[in-house]
Nanobody, 127 residues
Framework: QVQLVESGGGLVQAGGSLRLSCTAI????????MGWFRQPPGNGRDFVAA??????????TDTDSMKGPFTITRDNAKSTVYLDKNSQKPEDTAVYYC??????????????????WGQGTQVTVSS
């Protein structure tokens, strides 16, 4: 059984920086692709970024309103994946979810391609 535990959320001032962390507990996921989605209030879950397992290729949302830029990285020695973003905006307010799974090629942006999910961490950006 794998548990994904997110941290780093909270209240952020507009223009500030954000770093979210997600640690896999129970089994190493060093060869498993991982990603981040976010869910704003009253909306569905949107893809933010993904990083490959063995190749570390990165993928980011192409939704203009969500472009940050975000940066996704992973530290396999710590079984942790990170999401960084500068210049936070109020519209970045959302619950951010970490996820892991062997998505099919090109389908990294689909929630159904992922097997494991964290509980989510709230990020609130104040203006």
């Amino acid at each position: 059984q794998v548990q994904l535990v997110e941290s780093g959320g909270g209240l952020v001032q507009a223009g500030g920086s954000l770093r979210l962390s997600c640690t896999a507990i129970g089994r190493t996921l060093s060869s498993t692709p991982m990603g981040w989605f976010r869910q704003p209030p009253g909306n569905g879950r949107d893809f933010v970024a993904a990083i490959g397992g063995s190749d570390d290729n990165t993928y980011y949302t192409d939704t203009d309103s969500m472009k940050g830029p975000f940066t996704i990285t992973r530290d396999n020695a710590k079984s942790t994946v990170y999401l960084d973003k500068n210049s936070q905006k109020p519209e970045d307010t959302a619950v951010y979810y970490c996820t892991a799974g062997n998505y099919s090629e090109g389908y990294y942006g689909q929630t159904y391609e992922y097997h494991y999910w964290g509980q989510g961490t709230q990020v609130t950006v104040s203006s």
